[in-house]
């Protein structure tokens, strides 16, 4: 007799348990364990057919290679995070918050892919068809080409794609609504994500379509994260940004034909989103000049270089235990700055709340910006202006010496493009004379630190470089 098929599978990660558990052993997580049938889910019931097997030629690993061949979509910041658009036959999963502008990057997209004369298909599992209609004459793309359907059953979607032309883009908003009844789990349940997956999986290698599926993902990766399929698709993009922002970065964490250090600039406006071209003018447009605690960090996302403003705020604290807050910055990178401004160049933070923030939402994920996050921090406590005309960027290394970080020249040539006539790095680029710029070369942390306090208006300050007096 055939086992019983519930099985028992984390909502966060995907681990498989015979029976429920408060707490899944393989991600960490409480709650997130939830029943489901079907135990055999990647291989729906049709192919699980009993028959021997079939013996296939092997491949030399040599050979003709080709360019995957691609379909540009026409949105150029979209283009660059993927490498140059769609890929034939591939499949790649947007995620990102609810209401963040997934919906109408991929209407924008495929509205401009359908200018070109293309075919897509648009498959809302989310809003009614009216409820598209709207969003795209909002857009201004009331016009455009583009094939609607508000679907959520993965036979039919299929079926209908079967029965036409090959479209070049297929949109599916969002993989948590599909369901096939191949697995007989609630929709939106790792089990049917990862089903529906595979069965748009089989279909875009078929028949050569680009596929998207659209993914949320909430703040803290529950509810059957698209996570699960992660390693099935082919790219997986993320748009991000905050409610409080218009800004939006679209990044690639992963991508089998192309790049995945490039970010993808947007502002959300009334009219849909705009291609920041020049993000660096945007995220230094609103800068406070003349006040403490600001650093203008010369960072490189992908290939391109782009300035930000890092703001830092040390004040005094009523707690036993100081907070450390970082936005846009790691944690962990930002507890390291300050251990080694405590230990090596004895800045005395211990009494002090210690707020960190990335201008414009943005998160920095490079060590070259040490630098300007440590410049930024002595810059507040010593209530000392930093020059409005300087940018910083340098790793800092434990012993607090200031490490050299790569691609200096771009980020200098950025810098003197946007009218800055500072730049204070780490030794090894005192040779990349950036144009009309003055190079201030820092070899260890306690200069830089030394040099911000004494332009202090209250020099010489208490906690900062070891100038205490009584
Ligand atoms: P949407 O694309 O529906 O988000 P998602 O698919 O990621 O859930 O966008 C939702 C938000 O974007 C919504 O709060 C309204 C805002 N928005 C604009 O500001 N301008 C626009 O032109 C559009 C279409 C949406
Ligand atoms: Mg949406």
Redo the contacts with the bound molecule.
Sequence with gaps: MAKSHTTFVCQNCGAVYPRWAGKCEACGEWNTIAEEGGGNDSIPAALRTKRRGRAFALEPLEGKTEEAPRTASGIKEFDRVTGGGFVKGSILLLG?D???????LLIEAAAALTKKGKRVVYVSGEEAIAQVRM?AE??GLGKAKVELAAETNVEDILATLKDSNTPALVVIDSIQTLWTETVDSAPGTVTQVRASTQALLRYAKRSGAAVVL?GHVTKDGQIAGPRVVEHMVDAVLHFEGDNAHQFRILRALKNRFGPTDEIGVFE?????LREIENPSALFISERDLGSPGTAVFAGIEGTRPLLVEIQALVAPTSLGTPRRAAVGVDQSRLSMILAVLEARCGVRLSGYDVYINVAGGLRILEPAADLAVAAALVSSLSNATLPADAVYFGEVSLTGAVRAVPQAAARLKEAGKLGFTRAVIPEAGKNEAGEGLQINTVAVLTALVAEIAARSPRAPRRAVGGTEEA
């Design positions: 990102g609810p209401g963040i502008g997934k919906s109408t969003r909002r857009l659209i959300m406006t009334g009219e849909g």
